[in-house]
């Protein structure tokens, strides 16, 4: 049952964690966000438009992307709802937090073309694995070609299978406590059976991030019709009472958690 979360001491791992988080607040890494199309009419914006003078000069003074991940993402939005993949500077952000607490292998629940996947995979070692989870065999198809071009084929694995089949197979080969990254950008019917399972797979001091946390605004007042933004609310609500974990909730893309495992 979950509990209130107690006065617990930060590990030293997750204060360096949140002091290099704090720098890229400070920096404007974070600034910047996509909607899916379908939800842009429900935008509450956070923060400045992308064609901001101001955004954009601390985009280009703070994006550095591998030339294949840059390639996959303007391919990505050049898909049927290539808009609600994970931002850039999210990918930059998680990757960097893989970087710092020396991430080994990686869980990715919603593949599509492989961005995300991909900019984990590039900062891993190079014994590095990357399990990343789609029901939707051709998008990933299109990835893959950059996947090779970075050199990072051979890292990401991909699971063909509805991604709790995946956890759950995981989970039932011993790999409970393996995993230093999670992040979970899929349907939210499914969201908190995927928080749960991910927890478990993480190791502690292990990161897991999810995505479209606000839902466009939705999660403010979820309606009937929208079942969805009442599945995120709910894991919102769960996740702050969650004394497992430490936690921020950032106004990057649609929304991002990060919940660092006790």
């Not at 791992?13 to 842009?40: D, E, H, Y």
């Amino acid at each position: 049952m979950l509990q209130p979360a107690p006065r617990l001491s930060v590990p030293a791992a997750l204060a360096l964690g949140s002091a290099a988080l704090g720098a890229a607040f400070a920096t404007g890494l974070f600034l910047g966000r996509r909607c899916p199309p379908w939800r842009s009419g429900r935008e509450r914006r956070l923060l400045p438009a992308e064609d901001s003078p101001l955004w954009q000069y601390l985009r280009s003074r703070s994006l550095r992307e591998h030339p294949a991940l840059r390639s996959l993402r303007l391919l990505t939005l050049e898909q049927p709802q290539g808009n609600s993949m994970m931002t850039c500077e999210q990918a930059q952000l998680l990757a960097n937090l893989a970087r710092l607490i020396k991430a080994k292998k990686a869980l990715d629940l919603g593949t599509f073309t492989g961005y995300s996947a991909l900019a984990l995979a590039l900062a891993l070692p190079p014994a590095g694995r990357v399990v990343t989870c789609e029901v939707n065999p051709g998008p990933p198809e299109l990835g893959r070609p950059l996947w090779r071009q970075a050199g990072e084929e051979h890292k990401i694995d991909l699971r063909l299978k509805p991604a709790l089949q995946t956890l759950d197979e995981l989970l039932a080969t011993g790999e409970a406590g393996t995993f230093d990254v999670a992040v979970v950008d899929a349907d939210k019917e499914n969201c908190t059976a995927y928080y749960e399972r991910c927890l478990q797979l993480l190791r502690p001091g292990g990161v897991l991030a999810i995505l479209s946390v606000l839902w466009g605004g939705e999660v403010l007042q979820p309606k009937p019709r929208d079942p969805d933004a009442q599945c995120v609310r709910n894991l919102n609500e769960r996740i702050l009472r969650d004394a497992r974990v430490h936690i921020s909730l950032l106004p990057l893309g649609d929304g991002l958690t990060l919940a660092f495992k006790i």
